[in-house]
């Protein structure tokens, strides 16, 4: 079992930044690619991020390309999220999950996190 926990999220306006983290605990954390995904009221879970095991490799969705970096940092069992120049198309709850290999597909990722609320105000 992997247990994971979001945070970072909160109100920002539009053009601000805001940092996610999530934490791992259980299985050896390094053993995962990691990946973030969001959620807006009544719509799919859609894929943001993904990262490699090592962190060498990142993947990113079209609309995020150039605003979000994700990061891990196997030494303290968390990934990150950073997300500038946020949009109110942006607002969500942002989702960690792990996965055997990093991928777009949510079926690809054995656990998830609770998720954290981000709201970007025009």
């Known amino acids: 079992q992997v247990q994971l926990v979001e945070s970072g999220g909160g109100l920002v306006q539009a053009g601000g930044s805001l940092r996610l983290s999530c934490a791992a605990a259980?299985?050896?954390?390094?053993?995962?690619?990691m990946g973030w995904f969001r959620q807006a009221p009544g719509k799919e879970r859609d894929f943001v991020a993904a990262?490699?095991?090592?962190?060498?490799?990142?993947y990113y969705a079209d609309f995020v390309k150039g605003r979000f970096t994700i990061s891990r940092d196997n030494a303290k069992n968390t990934v990150y999220l950073q997300m500038n120049s946020l949009k109110p198309e942006d607002t969500a709850v942002y989702y960690c999950?792990?996965?055997?290999?990093?991928?777009?597909?949510?079926?690809?990722?054995?656990?998830w996190g609770q998720g954290t609320q981000v709201t970007v105000s025009s």
């Open positions: 999950g792990a996965s055997g290999a990093p991928a777009s597909s949510i079926r690809r990722y054995d656990y």
């Open positions: 259980g299985r050896t954390f390094s053993n995962y690619a």
């Open positions: 990262i490699t095991e090592s962190g060498g490799t990142t």
